[in-house]
């Protein structure tokens, strides 16, 4: 069975700093390609970030890119998201990802690519 359990979400500042964590269980993450999306309240799920299953290459939402980064330590199943310079828009509930199948990812920011989820962590980011 795939779990996945995020970490790291509360309440910050705007301009403030947040590292969200994921960790792997009942799967060998480094086989596959991972991401964090997030929902916002009233609003649909989109994409933040992916990171592929070796880790070197990196794919970012335009709203996110230079602020956020994704890393992964596979040796201890987990993903990171930090998140600097955060914003109020930045605020949502954020949801980890692991691909469907091993190896690449066709479409990285595409729900349909990845099988499993956390629960989502909450950021708030206040202004």
């Known amino acids: 069975q795939v779990q996945l359990v995020e970490s790291g979400g509360g309440l910050v500042q705007v301009g403030g700093s947040l590292r969200l964590s994921c960790v792997v269980s009942?799967?060998?993450?480094?086989?596959?390609?991972m991401a964090w999306f997030r929902q916002a309240s009233g609003k649909e799920r989109e994409f933040v970030a992916a990171?592929?299953?070796?880790?070197?290459?990196?794919k970012y939402a335009d709203s996110v890119k230079g602020r956020f980064t994704i890393s992964r330590d596979n040796a201890k199943n987990t993903v990171y998201l930090q998140m600097n310079s955060l914003k109020p828009e930045d605020t949502a509930v954020y949801y980890c990802?692991?691909?469907?199948?091993?190896?690449?990812?066709?479409?990285?920011?595409?729900?349909?690519?990845?099988?499993?989820w956390g629960q989502g962590t909450q950021v708030t980011v206040s202004s």
């Open positions: 009942g799967r060998t993450s480094s086989m596959y390609s």
């Open positions: 990171s592929s299953y070796r880790g070197g290459h990196t």
């Open positions: 990802t692991i691909a469907r199948s091993p190896g690449v990812v066709a479409v990285e920011y595409a729900e349909y690519e990845y099988g499993y």
